[in-house]
């Protein structure tokens, strides 16, 4: 499992086909695609959006999170960093920070590479480019 990470329009996707030879062909979006369908897919991008999807119908997305990693272990994800700004007043919001900061975490521990990008730049924080 890989794991890519940084603020919003980065270049994380970007990194992904450069780093791991991946095709745009090979990317879902998380925003869109079915939930079963990242459990076999090769990257996974936009997976903060899931997280928010997930949390819709009442799922539990850590919980997703972890049978994504046993399942799964060989994909790409593309997550946006979110919980570095300000804190959300509405609870909703604040729980949404937490759910993906959490699975965040848990994706973290499980990859053999962690990149984080910023302007373009991969900066490896776990793995091989460290």
């Known amino acids: 499992m890989k794991l890519i990470t940084g603020g919003a329009y980065q270049g994380k996707a970007e990194t992904a086909l450069k780093l791991f030879g ?8 998380g925003e869109d695609c079915e939930f079963e369908e990242v459990l076999t897919a090769k990257c996974i991008r936009d997976y903060h959006r899931l997280v928010s999807r997930l949390m ?13 990693c046993r399942e799964n272990s060989s994909c790409i994800l593309i997550m946006n960093e979110i919980g570095c700004g300000i804190v959300p007043m509405e609870r909703k919001e604040r729980v949404y ?7 965040g975490c848990i994706i973290a ?22």
Do not use: M, Q, W, Y
């Not at 991946?22 to 979006?29: G, N, P, T, V």
């Not at 920070?97 to 699975?103: A, D, I, P, Q, S």
């Open 22 to 29: 991946i095709r745009k062909e090979d990317i879902i979006s």
């Open 56 to 68: 819709d119908t009442g799922a539990d997305p850590v919980e997703f999170t972890k049978r994504l």
């Open 97 to 103: 920070r937490e759910n993906v900061g959490r699975c």
């Open 109 to 130: 521990a499980e990859s053999d590479e962690v990149v984080r990008v910023i302007c373009g730049i991969a900066h490896f924080l776990k793995g091989e480019g460290k």
